[in-house]
């Protein structure tokens, strides 16, 4: 059977443990440093807790280790790689090669979706040397995802939902080219979110002060089944960096979507254990959205982009038929709206502005502090559901192995047995006097009664077999019993984990696809150089970071087309002329814009 893993994102202790419950089959975690979050650091004594946590659902841990390294800190590196092999990590997540250079801990190795996995040969040359699973490009469609795994045997790890970025795969240097601020090393600055505005050659203005490059969240629930049947076992969601709110919501929504295709394809399996009692209703829409797309999963996209806002909207609720400076009125059939929600629209500017509601009079006129700007013919969106986040506040969903156990009488007393879903074994004994009951009927229900309370443990009772007659105990005896065998069970399953280490020794002579890498390979460190020399490049330029590109140096290469967007693409009929090249600019810098229609990517070029 393949296991399939919903794998979600962990901003700290508290956010892992909730995605945990709510679903997941492993969560992503930064340790203090070397996370392309470096806002989302955690200590080793929180990642530990945070390991010990899911494997006891036989979920995992993966530490992003996932910037690029300095010479000075390789070192550091190593020692945060091996005290986070102490504190029960299971693989890493590495972009820099420089990694296999050193001493590591046996880890199984996940390629960032920053080291070029679009295509096979490069995919292959990263299992030949070590890797066991590949992230791949958020860009490729089905058929490209099809093409690696029939030319590979990793394991194919894709994003399914949260916010894109627009460079492709990742590799952007649009930040660190306006500030310093690289995305390689952590500390990009989101320029994608930043207003820009689009001029052409002549200086003609095409667009004013617009989010030219904000994408729309990625949402692939539609195409998880197309997914799997293309190769895909890992499903990511994107999000170190969002709160807990939305890693519960979303980690429900996927959990509930995948195991109900698990349930009717006896070829597959939960990646971990446990069953997930949600008692909310998941709606990817009611926490972080900037509205959806399924990218370039079925070829053309032609509705990704965000341009009027990079923030989020959340759902839409309806339309406004008339209001007043603190109330309006919408029209029939909208969404119910409740005190405390938020609620947004676009004002005549196309500027989001905000409102929040403070009283409701009945289901279609509501009070708020001011409706500024609000006027008949607006669609209104809530993007914070007071209702909601109050359902999530509480623990909405818990997570529990399933438990077969069996009572049975021994010469001098009882035990209890005890199997669970994992095949780990215990038996508790109870010694004790055996008084036949008085009232049978009454005296067996005592004992399912007391032996199946296992709400306080990590256990859902799947089933009870009593082979005993009817005796008389007492209650205190058998919830002694059954909290020994937990007990014992509990400690039994921790014990029981195993990691996986590395599957394969690296093969040292297997020759790297490309002979020269120019900075966007992002080789930083002699280790790395190394490693590609000694997989046959014969010229290597440094990182980006490293240098100081000279004008005509790309800084993003994207899917995204704002020609396409202006109704200007080459492929498509009703051609809009422009008159080339197009700058996108702002207070900043201005950058040009590159059109290779040949490969369908725009490259925005330093000027």
């Not at 036989?58 to 390789?74: G, H, M, Q, S």
């Not at 509601?357 to 279609?364: A, F, G, S, Y």
């Not at 984990?497 to 120019?518: A, C, G, I, N």
Request: aromatic share 8%; charged share 25%; proline share 4%.
């Amino acid at each position: 059977m393949t296991p399939i893993e919903l794998l979600s994102p962990a901003k700290d202790l508290e956010c892992g443990k909730a995605a945990i419950d709510n679903g997941a089959d492993a969560v992503y975690i930064g340790g203090p440093s070397f996370g392309a979050r470096s806002a989302a650091g955690n200590s080793i004594a929180d990642i530990e807790a945070l390991a010990r946590y899911a494997h006891r659902f036989r979920a995992k841990v993966y530490l992003t280790l996932n910037t690029i390294l300095f010479e000075d800190e390789l070192d550091s590196a190593r020692m945060l790689a091996a005290q986070a092999w102490d504190a029960g990590v299971d693989a890493l997540i590495i972009q820099d090669m420089g990694l296999l250079e050193l001493d590591l801990p046996p880890f199984p190795l996940i390629a960032s979706t920053q080291m070029h996995n679009a295509d096979a040969a490069h995919i292959r040359f990263l299992e030949q040397v070590g890797f066991g699973r590949v992230i791949l490009a958020r860009e490729l469609t089905l058929p490209q995802i099809r093409e690696i795994r029939h030319n590979t045997t990793i394991e194919l790890e894709a994003f399914v939902h949260g916010a894109l970025c627009v460079g492709y795969s990742g590799r952007c240097y649009l930040s660190a080219s306006l500030g310093g601020r690289s995305s390689n090393r952590g500390t990009c600055g989101q320029p994608c979110r930043l207003p820009w505005t689009l001029t052409d050659a002549d200086g003609r203005v095409l667009e004013h002060n617009r989010y030219l490059l904000s994408l729309k969240d990625m949402n692939r629930s539609s195409c998880l089944l197309d997914m799997i049947e293309s190769g895909v076992t890992a499903f990511k969601i994107e999000g170190r960096l969002k709160d807990i709110s939305y890693v519960k919501n979303v980690t429900a929504f996927y959990r509930t979507l995948l195991d109900k295709i698990i349930d009717t394809r006896p070829e597959l399996k939960r990646a971990s254990s446990g069953r997930t009692e949600i008692s909310f209703t998941p709606d990817p829409s009611k926490t972080f959205c900037r509205g959806a797309t399924t990218y370039f999963t079925h070829g053309e996209a032609d509705d990704i982009w965000s341009p009027d806002t990079p923030k989020s909207m959340g759902e839409e609720i309806g339309t406004v038929i008339k209001c007043g400076p603190d109330w309006f009125e919408l029209t029939k059939g909208a969404k119910a709206i409740n005190a405390g929600d938020g609620l947004c629209f676009f004002d005549e500017k196309k500027e989001l502005q905000g409102l929040q509601v403070v009283k409701v009079i009945d289901q279609r006129t509501q009070v708020h502090l001011s409706c500024g700007g609000l006027k008949g013919g607006m669609t209104l969106f809530r993007n914070r559901d007071h209702q909601f986040l109050k359902l999530l506040d509480a623990r909405a969903s818990v997570r529990r192995i399933a438990l077969h156990m069996t009572f049975r009488e021994i010469l001098d007393g009882f035990v209890l047995e005890g199997l669970d879903e994992d095949g780990i074994h215990g038996t508790a004994t109870l010694l004790t006097a055996k008084d036949p009951a008085e009232k049978p009927d009454a005296a067996v229900m005592s004992m399912k009664k007391q032996l199946s309370k296992l709400n306080d443990s990590m256990y859902y009772l799947a089933s009870l077999n009593l082979e005993t007659r009817p005796y008389f105990l007492r209650a205190s005896e058998l919830n002694q019993l059954r909290r020994d065998l937990i007990f014992l069970l509990e400690d039994n399953h921790e014990q029981a984990y195993h990691r996986l280490t590395s599957r394969s020794v690296p093969d040292t002579s297997t020759p790297y696809p490309v002979p020269v890498l120019d900075y966007s390979y992002n080789i930083s460190n002699y280790a790395a150089r190394k490693f590609y020399q000694k997989h046959g490049v014969i010229a290597i330029e440094p990182a980006f970071e490293q240098q100081q590109p000279a004008p005509g140096a790309v800084v993003m290469r994207t899917k995204h087309c704002l020609r396409r967007c202006l109704n200007a693409c080459n492929r498509k009929k009703g051609l809009v002329p422009l008159i080339e090249p197009l700058y996108i600019e702002n207070a900043l810098r201005r950058f040009r814009l590159v059109f290779d229609c040949q490969n369908c990517v725009m490259l925005i070029v330093k000027d």
